[in-house]
DNA sequence: ATTTAGCACTCAACGAAATGGAGTGCTAAC
DNA sequence: GTTAGCACTCCATTTCGTTGAGTGCTAAAT
């Protein structure tokens, strides 16, 4: 559809806008090496450009920006995939050197690193408690009336709940139940739990036990609480810094969205694997309407674990971020499956 | 060494000021019901606070803004604690009515509802583990080369680290490690324990098993990492909406420092229980040399346990945020007694 | 038939000058 | 000791001209 010459002129515009922050003119264009014809010729090749809705002009006398469509094309045909960087790739590589321990570590470091490397805001999921099981189920007593309730997923992620005792329960029902519970969940997908709890061990509970209905909604509590994966978000003020951010009012709808956890994780639900990049108005959200949001999932033997993201104005390093997510979301895969079984 | 219309005065125009953000003259102190002289009178004693150094004039023909010596005098001698409203009180009381099963449910929370009740940014510091003792000690094996530690505190607070299990060591040996860790270590403050595994745990450990240096440096590691406490922060975006930051420079500041635990830390450093407030560069920390932080600990029987503050401009409703920061300590101090034994 | 040079035109951005008004300090009267 | 009156100051806001980057169109050049 487009011919050779105006994609070359597109894809300069974009990059000079990307870098400069101010509408371009075909003066500049036609002085960057690349393209070699007169302003005049560029001239005629934006104004069909426009008419396409590619590019849009601020106002008459000025250059012209790319319009959310002309990001679309850039970033679908386009783009050039730079890599990643010597100096990056040594950053990455130094902070998957550290000892990781607990995935917690893993993902919250993963996110500051890339605000760091992108200048941006970058917010990413743990794990989804969807695609893992059960492994372990444990009951840690800490006084007459209260226990910390600890569960294990297969991935290694841990998580922990202090109940209370109910009433009438001894030390030795809790053994029996938790063995019990040990015997039966061992393995079972977490979304699967609570529909278990209720057929396979609700009558075989009240048969040792009384009260058990307690316990139940105790656990069942614990556990679905349980599934709403953890977000880390970094370098939110990094928004700061983009020129089209220096209105306060924007900045603060932003900044104030990303501190809502459920507004996040609303922002990464339709996620069908891969890197998806959603530009401007394509967001549903309207708090983001002039943001840009490039996100990879990491997956393991093809279940998608969780998602980063890199959430910035749409004059964003498309070529940068997506190779960065690209690298980083392997890397995290990899990290991830020493912990999977 | 104030007179009693010098101490008005002085209250009308900080109240003022809180309330404006912009400079007070004398004219709009004489029209408040409370100060009845004549707006060259007040002029009067305007000149004398400033060259006492309670106030200032950002120019020559603008009204008056207190100085931090002002604010100081107000906060030591003039604030009058408003109490906690009607209606703050009833959201803190359906807050603290809801289920809250963990500790850190209840910290994160708290941050959350003093963001919102004050339009400040809070900053919660969860137990520190000083004054705790380990309760118990746990390994679970997720597979052959890795196991989840997990540590309780009497506190109810819960720690897990996932950890690689060094080669040669059995299942049995890890049995008999857990053992012996947990009859040597139950009861021992945090802050001993780490003396407690070298003199006492490593000639004995080395009795039962190999490579015994392994399993000490990880939890040594485990626990001393452990002993950072968890800092919460919320309504950070609040800022922004302080006309003082209207400046996206000044804003950037201060948001970029929210966002690095260690210096919040700092932040909290010296701290001598009760309610402390440091005004302007009463602050150590550059970036907030035009803030206010307003701290308070919550204690259980006269041990420290956590920090709660609030910050905001200098121009802050230090009267409200006192009472609440008063009211909500308590409050937590109650909740957290409840899991101490 | 393209491409380019030339030219008139547009419009935001910048800065200087004019205006308005809130507030002070001082003096003199109460 | 308190207050009214008045001249003065200085910031904030508006107005208005200037500047310059950039466009669109037309006519010439290739």
Chains 1, 2 share one sequence.
């Not at 559809?1 to 806008?17: F, G, P, T, V």
């Not at 959310?68 to 050039?80: A, F, N, P, W």
């Not at 994966?229 to 370098?235: A, C, I, N």
Request: charged share 20%.
């Amino acid at each position: 559809m487009l011919s050779e010459r105006q994609r070359m002129i597109l894809n300069a515009i974009i990059d000079d806008y990307i870098r400069s922050a101010e509408p371009v003119g075909s003066r500049s264009i036609s002085k960057r090496g690349d393209v070699t014809f007169s302003p005049a010729t560029i001239r005629n090749e934006m104004a069909d450009l426009e008419e396409m809705g590619l590019l849009e002009q601020p106002h008459t006398s000025a250059g012209r920006i790319p319009s959310i469509k002309g990001y679309r094309y850039y970033v679908d045909h386009l783009v050039t995939l730079d890599g990643v960087g010597d100096q990056d790739a040594r950053k990455l590589r130094t902070y998957f050197a550290e000892k990781m321990n607990h995935w917690e570590g893993v993902i919250g470091h993963a996110a500051t690193i890339l605000s760091q490397l992108t200048n941006y805001t970058s917010i990413v999921l743990g794990p989804e408690m969807f695609s893992t099981t059960l492994k372990h189920f444990q009951l840690i007593p800490i006084n007459d009336v209260s226990a910390v309730a600890i569960i294990v997923a297969n991935t290694g992620h841990v998580e922990h709940r202090t109940i209370t005792i109910p009433e009438g329960i001894s030390m030795d029902d809790m053994a029996k139940i938790v063995n019990l519970l040990n015997d039966k969940l061992s393995g079972v997908p977490f979304y699967k739990v609570k529909s278990v709890l209720h057929s396979e061990i609700a009558k075989e509970l009240s048969r040792y036990v009384e009260h058990c209905e307690d316990i139940l909604a105790l656990l069942e509590q614990t556990i679905t609480e349980e599934q709403e994966p953890k977000v880390f978000l970094s370098g939110a003020s990094n928004m700061l810094t983009q020129p089209e951010f220096k209105d306060v009012d924007k900045a603060k709808s932003i900044l104030g969205m990303l501190e809502e956890t459920q507004l996040l994780m609303q922002l990464f639900q339709s996620n069908p694997g891969g890197i998806q990049v959603k530009i401007g108005t394509e967001n549903t959200l309207e708090a983001i309407n002039q943001c840009s949001l490039i996100t990879a999932t990491y997956s393991y033997e093809g279940r998608s674990l969780g998602t980063i993201g890199i959430l910035g104005p749409t004059r964003m390093e498309y070529g940068k971020v997506i190779s960065l997510l690209n690298y980083l979301s392997n890397d995290i895969a990899l990290m991830m499956s020493r912990w999977y079984k």
